[in-house]
């Protein structure tokens, strides 16, 4: 099972540095939300362009992290395992959980 | 978006929850009785003489977290439950949640156990745990030959219409459960042609009525879905996704959740959200469980048995 998250983790990151063209890996830049109880804490997140997020699912419950446009995809996040994405571009970007729809949030990015 | 149920009702219709419950339709009302009341058993007798088969629901087969950490063994207890119905029920239809996690080797061990029903066959919905991977491929692969788009199909039996649904794939930010258009398209074509008093049976993954929006618990467009099947004197709905018994009778369509073989959820609005619900080890295996349906020809209703693994002290 452990194994099994770690791949979950690795996936969800590889994912990420193949979407984002920019990394930024500082602590300064980093923010969580956090997947707990079937929402997205914080609802809505408003970070500097080139903020690195990270989503950690603290459900029993696998979710996924899904833009609203379906550009910016999570893998299947099971139990404790993390999403990471950048966020360079400004702009609103509403987002869902695409297996238990009624799940969103937003992140909003600012120059 | 308008709730279906009211407070009391809800109240009323979870009061069932767990404790074993037959209920019939007489004339479009429903009528329950307790398990152990003198009409199950009256009703059981005629069900020895008719056309039966059995639900069972979210096996999610890979869970291990605290609510269950052996779902493979209460999957395994509810079979051993309907092999105890006795009756030779023609055939069994799983609603959904197969697997926790869409794995091979999770469909595996639901596969492995559900033959040991010695039932001939199984049909198959996926619910959203059982598409988690390659937009449903693999599902569809194993459980949806002949099927239509993401895995629909209807069949007939007994002199009953049959009609499998998928609510799971493609669905929306800030929605519900989803049919689409391709879906209900093909769900008109399929009961075009069918007499009135053609005995429908319907069954999907997420409730086809709003049970409860703010967990989920819906279908944003049942209600075309609904309007296909008005016309029709016997229509019942067989749903599973919520984890637990509900039922509600609008016009002459009878809707029915059936409990799963894997954890307990909450009753809607009593906990911050939906998910798995850790009760003491001792009432575990009375609140899961599985179901029979029986439609007995001429007499028009089905009647839906729930079967808790351990009956409540």
Known sequence: MIGMKRIGALAAIFAVTALATRYTASAEDATQVSIDNFSFTPATLTVKAGTKVTWTNRD????????????????????DDTFVAVFDQPGTYTYFCSIHPHMTGTVVVVP | MTRDIDRRGLLKCMAWAGTGVLWTLSGGVPRSFALDGAMAKDARLAADTGFSFIQISDSHIGFDKAANTDVTATLRAGIEKIRGF?????????????????????????????????????????????VLVDDGEMYRERYGKGTKGAGWYSFDQGGVHFVGLV???????????????????????????????TPIVVFAHIPLWTVYPEWGWGTDDSARALSYLKRFGSVTVLNGH????MQKVEGNIAFHTAMSTAFPQPKPGTAPS????????????TLLGVAQVRYVQGQGPLAVVDAPLVSAA
Request: charged fraction near 25%; glycine fraction near 8%.
């Open chain 2, 86 to 130: 006795g009756g030779s029920p023609a055939f069994m239809i799983h609603t959904g949640d197969i697997s926790h996690l869409s794995k091979p080797s999770q469909f595996d061990t639901a596969d492995q156990v559900i033959r040991e029903a010695a039932i001939p066959h199984t049909y198959f919905v996926p619910g959203e745990h059982d």
């Open chain 1, 60 to 79: 029993d419950i696998p979710h996924t992290v899904v833009t609203a446009d379906k550009k910016l995809k999570s893998t299947v996040l099971d139990t």
């Open chain 2, 167 to 197: 609510n799971v794939v493609n669905l929306r930010a800030g929605g519900l459960g989803f049919l689409g258009d391709e879906q209900l398209e093909w769900l008109e074509d399929d009961l075009e042609g069918k007499t009135a008093s």
């Open chain 2, 274 to 285: 939906p998910g798995p619900m850790v009760v003491p080890a001792d009432r575990l295996r």
């Open chain 2, 242 to 245: 919520i984890h637990q018994v």
